[in-house]
């Protein structure tokens, strides 16, 4: 039992975020960030995907309508992260972001990735990345990753616009 491996196949399908007001996380996620209603559960949660999955992120009020952001210092999600598939595809988000003027909290290199970061309506983290292709991933002499957090040249990712 000691060396059961999860097979490499896995992957997380979706998150669900308790959210105070169904609309503005819509507005967010939807409007801003380009996902995909697939499915309404009332006046009290919505289902949302990228390309047709049923969904990616589930937003809901049944536990949590009007209320307030969750303590910084909490235990709980510290970000979702969204992977989009080319650094181009990051860079539109940017630029939608940007056009709508909505503040970062960060953007970093990490070698293996680029990534953007912000906070949702209700200050959920967000993470928005794209990985560079493994080849390409920042390896330590004995194999291991070598990730680490620089600075993200943003402008040169306007670039790819």
């Known amino acids: 039992m000691n ?7 896995t992957r ?6 308790k959210v105070a007001d169904l609309e503005r996380s819509l507005s967010f996620y939807r409007d801003l960030l380009g ?30 309508k009007d209320a307030p952001p969750a303590s910084t210092y909490g235990v709980g999600l510290f970000h979702t992260a969204i992977v989009y598939p080319t ?10 972001l940007q056009q ?3 503040p970062l909290t960060g953007a ?13 309506p209700d200050v959920n983290g967000v993470e928005l990345y794209w990985d560079r292709p ?13 990730m680490y957090t620089r600075a993200l040249d943003l ?6 616009i």
Do not use: C
Not at 3 to 9: D, E, G, L
Not at 12 to 17: A, R, S
């Open 108 to 120: 970093a290199n990490h070698g293996v990735s680029e990534a953007l970061y912000l906070d949702d």
């Open 35 to 64: 996902f995909e209603v697939t499915m309404m559960y009332g006046d009290q949660a919505a289902f949302i995907s990228a390309g047709g999955y049923h969904h990616h992120i589930g937003l809901n009020t049944w536990h949590s």
């Open 3 to 9: 060396n059961y491996k999860i097979p490499a196949q």
């Open 134 to 146: 493994k080849v390409d991933w920042p390896k330590q002499s004995d194999g291991s990753l070598n």
């Open 87 to 96: 650094r181009k595809d990051l860079a539109v988000a940017y630029g939608r």
């Open 12 to 17: 997380i399908g979706h998150v669900h975020l």
């Open 155 to 160: 402008d040169s990712l306007l670039k790819e």
């Open 100 to 102: 709508a003027n909505y």
